[in-house]
Every structure is written in C-alpha cells, then in structure tokens.
C-alpha cells in the first residue's frame, strides 16, 4: 500500500469504521524476502481502547513490526482490536491472517512469539504491566506519563536496567511527526538563541467537572472489573470513571478520576515538562522547589485537578511556571528573546479538544524573530533522529540502543510533574532533591511519592523482588 492509503485506512479503523473487504489472496514483494513476516519485531498491543487503537495503527504502519496478538479486558475492545489488525493486513493482500487475543496480559508475556508489548492501559496500570515485560525480557512501548507515581517511576527504571531490554515513553513529542515545532523549539533554547534562558512558561490544559454525582453500576459482562481496578483502591463501578461502553471513541472517564489518573499536570504534563527538561538540559534533573496551588473537583464523579498554578525553580535559577491561564504549549523566554511551541492544528482522536477561538491563525512554532528559528550550524547540539516515535522504538530494539524516550529521561519528567500534584495536595512549598529522588526533610510530602497496592498480587514492589532486582 502507499503510505497515504495505508494512513488513511489506519485512521478510519481507529475511528471505529467499519472494516474493509477481503482482498484476492496476492501475497506482495514487500512480505517475501527480508520484509517476511518471520523477519520483523513480533508486537502485542496491550489495551485496544482510543489510544491503543491509535498506538496500533502507528505500529502496523511501520515495515519493522508485525503485530500478532491484542490483549484487553473488555471485549468489545478486545474483538475491535483484532478486527483492525486483520483488516489492515487483509487490505495488505494478505488473507487468512489470525491476530491472537488474549484477555490476561500475563498470558501475552508468556508467548515466546512476542517480542515486544505496547501497553496503552490506564496510567494506574502502566508501571506494573510494563515491570512485568520487562522482567519477561519484553522490549516495551508505554504511553505517558510513564508512571502514575514517582516510587512506579523508578522501580520501572530499576527492572529495564536490570533486564536490558528496549523501553520507550510516549512522548512523541520528541519525535518529527506529526509535531516538529517542539524539537525545533528545544534545540534552539538548548543552542542558546534565546540568549541566557529566563523563564518557562506552560500550558496543559484544564479538565471541567463531569456534572454527575458518584453513582454506583452494575459492571458490565464484557468488562472484567477486578483485574480492570488493578492496584487502585477498592470501589463500585462506574461507568464515568472507566470508559465509554457505547462507544470506542469518547474520553475516557480514567483520565479525570485521580484514583487512576493524577489529571492534566501528568496527562500533558508529561509531555511539555518533558520538552523544557529538553531544553535545559535536565533530563536526568529535576527542579529544586516546588511551590503548587490548585482547586480540585468535589462533589463529581470526577476527582481531578481544575485550575492551577505551579512554580518550579530549577538548576541556574530558571522558574518552570505551569497556569491554566496559559496557552497551551511551551513559551521559552530569554534575555534576547522567546520561543513559543504548540500543536498544529491536526488532531490525534476526534476527542481532543477543540481548536481554542483565534488559534487557527497562530503557527505551532512562533519566535520574537524569525532569525532566533534559523537552521542550526553544525556544530549545534542536536537531538537523535526521529521521524516516527514508533518507528524510532522499534529502530532501536533492532539496533540494540537507547531510543528517543528513555525510562531514565521519562521518569524525571514524571517526578516533575508528580511532584507538582504532591505540592497541590499539601498546599505548600516543597523541595525536591532530584539526586536522591525525594523531597527534602519532609515525610508527608515523602510518602505521597508512591501508594499501597489494593492486593499483593498487583504490587509492583514485589514484582521486583520476586525477580530478584534490588
């Protein structure tokens, strides 16, 4: 397929379109020879919900990868995921082609045909499904935030190391498509253009309250629940809080529940943090104070964030300011001018936000002046190569080398933005020692990096141990 028709089909499976008829059982050049089936990176996609369907779609497109199995705790979503996989490779000219489903992702890392997982599960889940493939020595594709906790954070650091396998984040914003303008932001900062860096300024978006009281459901038959709950604590379900059963598309409910989310300040937060992490060359920092205030949802059955305030300092005295006042995106500002790096226009699910009223104007990359955005020389600092962030992941299993998101990168990210939402708990000013990974002579503050599983069966901790990783 040329690659247009090949993303076209991929969109519209995503979106929940209908599937596509059999195509004549012509096998073409591109599955014979080095591209056979045999040769390519064996992907299982973990969690077949709005996300994973789009992360799947990514992987099918690229020419490394053959995805083999889905896996998912509802079936509706289970049997959506396996028609979209077997419909792509049919509109290939392959026909007959069996996608294996499984319900219990253990079951997936117990496949010694699978070589690497891409877990698109609910951020509660995220550290223990891919602690657990990596201990089975799965290479890992995870979305952000990385982790939902801090303690996750690191425990995922500590099972990737030990077992030497392939870990990238979701932070595709560090990729060329479809956004380029936060790497050319990044390396421009990071070069200096802006002169002596000053202030960060940063917008993520503002969750609104459901409208709906806590109510108490049935669970539906095709959704199992329990292992659904995970190490979250106990509760009735409700179908707000979960996602959508009516449909694959809609928001889910998780991403405003904190019981399974931490809302906006790690959902895209992650993401921008990650891109200022990038420009002041803290990938492996982190900021020294926090001070965080932020009103919280009550009364909903949504439990998240609203509005906010954040001011981290950092290293060299530069203030990272997050504000829902602020335009979503990154404003870098210097003493010789600013950067400012958004989204384009093109959107990811038909559930993202709307295009704010004036913005279809505004470029994705703006500059103080348009010399600031000129071509690097070659002596710049440069980051690695990447046109496709799936691409770029399943480049670097195959080369054996770290990708563009690495775990070690991505979890200091999350300590940021986690360590933020510990400021808005607490109301009041923290410091971070980002040498140590935690908050200084303060056991509160301490104690909230991490949480109790609901089970023992679903503690990562002990994942760990039984692996023997200290």
């Known amino acids: 397929m040329k690659n247009q028709s090949r993303r076209s089909f991929l969109k519209a499976a995503v979106r929940g379109g209908v599937g596509l008829a059999i195509l004549p059982s012509i096998i073409p050049a591109r599955l014979l020879g080095a591209d056979a089936p045999s040769k390519k990176i064996n992907v299982a996609q973990i969690g077949c919900g709005r996300m994973g369907r789009s992360d799947m779609g990514n992987i099918l497109n690229e ?6 199995a889905v896996c998912d705790l509802d079936s509706k979503r289970l049997a959506a995921g396996k028609k979209m996989a077997e419909d792509y490779y049919a509109e290939c000219g392959e026909s007959g082609v069996n996608v294996k489903t499984y319900h219990d992702y253990r079951d997936v890392l117990a496949s010694p045909e699978i070589d690497a997982v891409v877990v698109t599960v609910p951020d509660h889940s995220h550290a ?4 657990a493939a990596a201990i089975a020595g799965k290479h890992v594709y995870v979305q952000k935030p990385v982790t939902y906790n801090i303690a996750e954070a690191i425990g995922l650091r500590r099972a990737v190391e030990a077992k030497k396998i392939i870990l990238q984040t979701g932070s595709q914003q560090r990729s060329e498509r479809p956004w380029h303008s ?14 002596q860096l000053n202030t960060i300024k940063i917008g993520v978006g503002l969750d609104k309250p459901s409208g709906h009281a806590p109510a108490p459901m049935p669970v539906p038959e095709n959704l199992d629940f329990e292992k659904w709950l995970g190490s979250a604590p106990e509760q009735p379900y409700m179908e707000r809080r979960v996602h959508p059963q009516s449909s694959l598309e809609g928001r889910p409910g998780w991403i405003t529940t904190e019981d399974f989310g931490l809302g906006m300040i790690t959902n895209w937060g992650a993401h921008h943090v990650d891109i200022a992490h990038w420009a002041m060359g803290q990938e492996l920092g982190g900021p020294l104070t926090i001070d965080a205030q932020a009103e919280f949802m009550t009364n909903d059955t949504w439990t998240v964030h609203r509005t906010y305030h954040v001011e981290m300092l950092y290293p060299k005295n530069v ?18 001018g ?11 699910t038909a559930s993202d936000p709307n295009t704010p009223a004036g913005r279809a104007a505004l470029l994705p990359l703006r500059a103080s002046d348009p010399k600031i955005l000129s071509p690097l020389d070659g002596n710049a600092v440069r980051w690695m190569p990447s046109k496709s962030h799936h691409g770029n992941w399943l480049e670097s299993i195959a080369a054996n080398r770290q990708p563009i998101a690495p775990i070690q990168q991505s979890a200091r990210s999350l300590e940021a933005c986690a360590a933020a939402w510990i400021g808005m708990k607490l109301k009041r000013k923290l410091t971070w020692d980002a040498a140590t990974e935690m908050f200084v002579g303060d056991d509160a503050a301490n104690a909230l990096r991490g949480r109790k599983a609901r089970k023992p069966e679903y503690d990562f901790e002990i994942a760990l141990q039984r692996a023997g990783i200290a």
């Open 63 to 68: 020419s490394l990868a053959r995805v083999v």
């Open 128 to 131: 223990r499904l891919a602690i």
């Open 182 to 195: 936060f790497r050319a932001a990044s390396e421009a900062v990071r070069n200096g253009r802006i002169g």
């Open 319 to 336: 203030p990272v300011i997050l504000d829902n006042k602020f335009e979503t995106g990154i404003r870098f500002e210097g003493d010789e």
């Open 338 to 348: 600013w950067i400012f790096c958004t989204r384009s226009e093109e959107k990811i």
